[in-house]
Structures are given as C-alpha cells and as structure tokens.
C-alpha cells in the first residue's frame, strides 16, 4: 500500500499558508498569493517581490507588538486558558496558524521562523527542530516504517549515513546507497517497497551535484517519496520543491544563523499532507526549537542575501585561485566550469555558496605534510560545521565508508581531501594565508 500522500493535479490547490495558496503549475509548485495577508505581498504568482524586500519584511508583525520592529521572544511552556471552550478549541485546532496550546508545540518566534523558511522555499509549511540532524530524522520517520526501503546518496552527510546504517535498520528499515550521479538511472534500484529516494546536492564533502527533476520524475510515477538535503544552496539558489521534492531539509545552523552561535534545523514540505506528517513526526520525537533559538536565526536571516552573496564571490575567489596551484590536484566547486556536475548546477541553480573543497596533493612526508598545511593556516580555523562568518577547512578521508564506486574527482587516493567554508574575511587575506601555508607545508 503506498502510504505517500496522492500527488495532486496540474493547477489544484495542494496547501496554504498566511500568504496564499500552493498549486501545481506544470512540474513546478507556485505560490498565488492572497489579498489579506499579513506581509503587504500584493496579488500575484509567484511573490513579485526581491529576496531582500521578502527577508526583511516577512515573518514579522510590528503592529501585533507594540510597534516594535522584531518579535519579542516568548519563552515558556505553559499556555493558559480562560474558558473550557477556549482550551478545548485550541486543542483541536491547526498548530500552523491556530492557537498556542503548549510551548513544545510551538511558540510566536517558532512559527515566524517557520512562515520565512516556507516562504522562500515555495512550502506549504514548515516544521522547525533543534538541529539539522534532527531535520533528517524527523523527515525521515514521517516517511518511512518497518518493512521499508530506502534509497540514500552515497554522498549523504555522515550523521545521515549513520541514522540509516544504525538507527533505521534496527527498527526494520533497509538503506541502499545510491552512486550520487545515478540521475534517472535510480530507476533500477527502485523495489516494490521502496519508500523514499533521499538526496543532498550537492554532496557532503565530494560536491557531486544531483539531477533532481529526473529522480523526482521516477518517483512521483511510482508514488515515491522525495527527500532532499540543500543546505549548502539555501533556498536563494536552489528551490526544490519546484522541481518536484516533497520535502526539503535546512541545516539553518549555517547560512541561516550566520554566526556559529546557534543548532537548528528545519524540514518545508511541499503540501499540507506532508507538513501534517512531518509535524506529527516531530511532536511525537519531543523535538523542539527553542524561542532564542529561532529569533536568533530569524535576526539571521534578514542579511542572508547581502552574506551569501560575498560568500559566493570570495569562495569562487579562492577556488579559482586554488586550480592555479600546483599543489592542488583539483578543485571541488559545482560553480567552476571544470566541475564534472557544472552543467547541471548551471542548468538547476542560480548561484553557489561559500562551501566547496579541493584535493591537496599527495607528499612523501604523508599526515606530517597535511599537518604543517594545516596549522600553518592563520584566517581558517580547522573545526567542523560552516556557513558562519569565520572561515574554515578541515580534511577527511573518505575510503572506507563511502560504497558508490564512482569518486573519481574526489579520490583520497591523490592526496588529502579537504573542505573549505569561506568566511566573510577579505578574499585576498585568505588568499595570502593558503599561499604561506602550502609554502611552509613543502618545506616538511
């Protein structure tokens, strides 16, 4: 029995929110926007409005307080009531846009969180958690049961990789790992009880970039559920929902927040079957996200374009930079046209972040070269997590854990496979310092 919600017609009503209502336009979900909503969006479809219009003005209601410009942040459990009606109201009512009936349910700096993320993604709603691993989780147990199959990138963030290998497969939930570069090829890996096909494009560490629009072709004909990782795009340059996800994970610890200070997660959903499911999911786990938390995020998110965008030109900076270095046996960056996946990022995206890596070439002195690279650096810090302000590297080795066959542009076999996040320093300090570091690494 296939337990995915019906996918609607062309041009049916498939969700809403304060905004207006979702319909399917071809392939795509669009947003047709209503007369009464709360942010002055005027009638049309989609939004006409610039992202940096939409991010400082959405998700917030000076009127409702006090004419302060930002929401007060509500912390706290309990809700009361005054009459048996009221509370008995309450409990049967939408916890989207409903009344407050508990502080785990959700609170006015929650759902002001969760009305952004839904609007810049195309959502019927959101469902924001603690963490973007608690993201992947709840998207997952909303989708799957004992019994289940389910087809999981190979390129998948590790955390991801050891819930399906560890967590899943104890409550009966069988994972294959799928070669990131399957396209619609996934087709032969389908089973009769395969669920979900899970995506992250582009890929944790390696950056291979995925062809979304044929793998959801493929599953929504065999009424397959659709899971995509974007952390790394944000929804300013890659909308997934409008090639066809069901839903979408956001680690919002990055780009989002912007500042390293604060763990949250978010999963938008395509219709309001699916945002049900997942809120379901996730009130059942205890999942929370707490009132700091998300105003934090939420103060973030109102310069997200202006960092994004610095990010995406210093790192392309970098990169490029780093492909003229002999040191470097190549760079792993969707943006560049030598990226073996460019034609798709260019085809499905509209910009990159400051997140991609490179291979350092192998040295006879082995770790002790990797080492004096590393610790020689002054700008990056070597840490984990990315999309704050400072930057980062840190290397991996991916042999031995990953199982699709094709890796060839990220081979550790050819050196140390390293991630670079680009901060927000200026690009030609960060230039400088990689350039002292490889040079005191080849004096090892």
């Given at each position: 029995?296939?337990?995915?919600p019906?996918?609607?017609?062309?041009?049916?009503?498939?969700?809403?929110?304060?905004?207006?209502?979702?319909?399917?336009?071809?392939?795509?979900?669009a947003?047709?926007?209503?007369?009464d909503?709360?942010?002055?969006?005027?009638?049309?479809?989609?939004?006409?409005?610039?992202?940096?219009?939409?991010?400082?003005?959405?998700?917030?209601?000076?009127?409702?307080?006090?004419?302060?410009?930002?929401?007060?942040?509500?912390?706290?459990?309990?809700?009361?009531f005054?009459?048996?009606d009221?509370?008995?109201?309450?409990?049967?009512?939408?916890?989207?846009?409903?009344?407050?009936?508990?502080?785990?349910?959700?609170?006015?700096?929650?759902?002001?969180?969760?009305?952004?993320?839904?609007?810049?993604?195309?959502a019927?709603?959101a469902?924001?958690?603690?963490?973007?691993?608690?993201?992947?989780?709840?998207?997952?147990?909303?989708?799957?049961?004992?019994?289940?199959?389910?087809?999981m990138?190979?390129?998948?963030?590790?955390?991801?990789?050891?819930?399906?290998?560890?967590?899943?497969?104890?409550?009966?939930?069988?994972?294959?790992?799928?070669?990131?570069?399957?396209?619609?090829?996934?087709?032969?890996?389908?089973?009769?009880?395969?669920?979900?096909?899970?995506?992250?494009?582009?890929?944790?560490?390696?950056?291979?970039?995925?062809?979304?629009?044929?793998?959801?072709?493929?599953?929504?004909?065999?009424?397959?559920a659709?899971?995509?990782d974007?952390?790394?795009?944000?929804?300013?340059?890659?909308?997934?929902?409008?090639?066809?996800?069901?839903l979408?994970?956001?680690?919002?610890?990055?780009?989002?927040?912007?500042?390293?200070?604060?763990?949250?997660?978010?999963?938008?959903?395509?219709?309001?079957a699916?945002?049900?499911?997942?809120?379901?999911?996730?009130?059942?786990h205890?999942?929370?996200?707490?009132?700091?938390?998300?105003?934090t995020?939420?103060?973030?998110?109102?310069?997200?374009?202006?960092?994004?965008k610095?990010?995406?030109?210093?790192?392309?900076?970098?990169?490029?930079?780093?492909?003229?270095?002999?040191?470097?046996?190549?760079?792993?960056?969707?943006?560049?046209?030598?990226?073996?996946?460019?034609?798709?990022w260019?085809?499905?995206?509209?910009?990159?972040?400051?997140?991609?890596?490179c291979?350092?070439?192998?040295?006879?002195?082995?770790?002790?070269h990797?080492?004096?690279?590393?610790?020689?650096?002054?700008?990056?810090g070597?840490?984990?997590?990315?999309?704050?302000?400072?930057?980062l590297?840190?290397?991996?080795?991916i042999?031995?854990?990953?199982?699709?066959?094709?890796?060839?542009?990220?081979?550790?076999?050819?050196?140390?496979?390293?991630?670079?996040?680009?901060?927000?320093?200026?690009?030609?300090?960060?230039?400088?310092?990689?350039?002292?570091?490889?040079?005191?690494?080849?004096?090892?």
């Open positions: 029995m296939d337990r995915r019906s996918r609607p017609k062309v041009g049916a009503e498939v969700g809403h929110d304060p905004r207006g209502t979702l319909e399917l336009v071809g392939t795509r979900y947003l047709r926007v209503s007369n909503n709360p942010n002055g969006i005027p009638q049309g479809n989609p939004d006409p409005r610039g992202i940096g219009t939409r991010l400082a003005h959405t998700a917030r209601d000076p009127a409702a307080n006090r004419g302060f410009v930002n929401t007060p942040i509500h912390r706290g459990s309990t809700v009361l005054k009459t048996l009221e509370l008995e109201a309450a409990m049967t009512a939408n916890t989207r846009t409903g009344p407050y009936t508990y502080g785990l349910i959700g609170n006015p700096n929650s759902r002001e969180l969760e009305r952004m993320l839904a609007s810049l993604d195309g019927a709603g469902v924001v958690v603690e963490s973007g691993l608690a993201a992947v989780s709840v998207a997952l147990f909303s989708s799957l049961v004992a019994g289940d199959h389910l087809l990138t190979d390129s998948c963030y590790g955390p991801t990789r050891y819930l399906c290998t560890q967590v899943l497969a104890k409550l009966g939930v069988e994972t294959t790992f799928y070669d990131p570069r399957a396209g619609a090829a996934i087709e032969s890996l389908i089973r009769p009880n395969t669920r979900v096909v899970f995506m992250e494009s582009p890929g944790s560490l390696t950056f291979e970039v995925q062809d979304v629009p044929a793998i959801t072709r493929i599953c929504r004909a065999r009424g397959i659709t899971i995509i974007s952390t790394w795009a944000t929804p300013l340059f890659f909308r997934p929902i409008e090639h066809g996800v069901d979408v994970i956001h680690a919002l610890t990055k780009y989002q927040s912007g500042n390293s200070d604060i763990l949250l997660g978010a999963v938008t959903c395509a219709d309001d699916w945002w049900k499911r997942v809120k379901t999911a996730a009130e059942a205890g999942h929370y996200a707490h009132p700091d938390d998300c105003m995020c939420l103060r973030g998110m109102r310069s997200l374009e202006v960092r994004v610095r990010h995406e030109a210093s790192a392309l900076e970098v990169a490029r930079w780093l492909e003229s270095r002999p040191e470097i046996v190549r760079v792993l960056h969707p943006a560049l046209p030598s990226h073996a996946d460019h034609a798709l260019k085809r499905d995206f509209t910009g990159s972040t400051g997140l991609f890596g291979v350092l070439r192998a040295h006879p002195a082995g770790r002790a990797t080492k004096a690279f590393l610790e020689g650096l002054r700008y990056f070597m840490g984990f997590s990315w999309g704050g302000f400072e930057s590297v840190v290397a991996s080795d042999r031995g854990w990953r199982i699709a066959p094709a890796f060839a542009d990220a081979a550790s076999n050819d050196g140390t496979l390293l991630r670079l996040s680009i901060g927000l320093e200026d690009p030609r300090d960060l230039i400088a310092d990689l350039a002292q570091a490889l040079e005191a690494a080849a004096r090892v």
